[in-house]
């Protein structure tokens, strides 16, 4: 079966979602609209889902961003965007965006003040309507690990993700 475009420039993307957004007022005296936060943390797991298995065991599936994972990373015009789809809020092209890793994780601070949509949104942020962030990428190099807890029926299945190839986007 044939693969539309939308599907082949969409395999493998990933998306996260984080609660560590905030929006912060521009102390400069400007009319800039900044909002920043993390999109994603270093070394915090999270769990993406769980299940029970054939065997009885209750099953979870965690993930680690390794703090190196960006290291190699194709960031060269990322957006941002709301749920990942629509129209663009900001951009690393045109300097409303901007993305930096630290020791905590991936850094975004964007000025959404451009367009009247962007107004929008971060006045959304500011009154805590919208209080999360994810971002959109490929996975480059991973790890994975498995530990069971025999006496609990637990296993834990850790992914950690040592390389991103492609950041798409923050939402």
Known sequence: M?????????EGRMYRYMNSFEVRTNESGS?????????TT???PYELMQWDDWNGYRVHFVEVIDPDAFKET????????YNHEGRV??????KTLSLNTDNHGLFVRANLGGTEIGRGLYEE???GYTNRMS????VSKESRTEERDDDNKVRTITRTITGIK??????
């Open 135 to 138: 971002f959109g990428f490929t």
């Open 74 to 81: 194709d960031m060269s015009d990322v957006i941002m965007q």
């Open 2 to 10: 044939n693969k539309t475009i939308e599907e082949k420039l969409t």
């Open 42 to 44: 270093f070394n915090e």
């Open 125 to 127: 942020i500011k009154g």
């Open 89 to 94: 809020f900001a951009r690393t092209s045109n």
């Open 31 to 39: 009319d800039e609209m900044i909002a920043e936060g993390y999109a």
């Open 166 to 171: 492609k950041l798409w986007d923050v939402s």
